[in-house]
């Protein structure tokens, strides 16, 4: 596993909680721990088994909580956080945040008020002319959107 598919998870992670409007603070650790080690020009994967927790946590934004996540997700291809996380909220809504002009806001919103929850959902609630009357999307995203739905 590398550091571009450990960053992923913790990004994906943070999308999560703010659909689930979770504590913004801990939302941030977890992105700006994942723009780090994205970036980072070693592998994760070497130092956790060279120097564990305490060599993680040199990388900026890892602190001791993410440096066991990542020790985790390397041992085990998951962690508890994100196993609990994704049992509480459809992980297809994750889909949606692979649309361009789909953020972690606007999927919320499609989850929340309109029950959006896959792609199939999406495709049908695009189909049907509704996302016009989401607020937050405008006349250039929503034609993003249109067009990236149809590629699916």
Partial sequence: MDNEVI???FFRLAALMDLRDDDPFRLRSYRNAA???ETWPHPLKEIAAQEGVTGLQTIPGVGKAIASKI???????TFDAWEKIT???PATVLDLL????IGPKTAATLHQRFKISSLKDLKK???DGRLDTVDGIGPKTAEKIKEAVAQV
């Fill in 7 to 9: 960053a992923r998870r």
């Fill in 35 to 37: 723009e780090a080690i």
């Fill in 71 to 77: 020790i985790e997700l390397l041992e085990r291809g």
């Fill in 87 to 89: 049992a509480e909220t």
């Fill in 98 to 101: 692979e649309i361009p002009g």
């Fill in 125 to 127: 609630f695009v189909a």
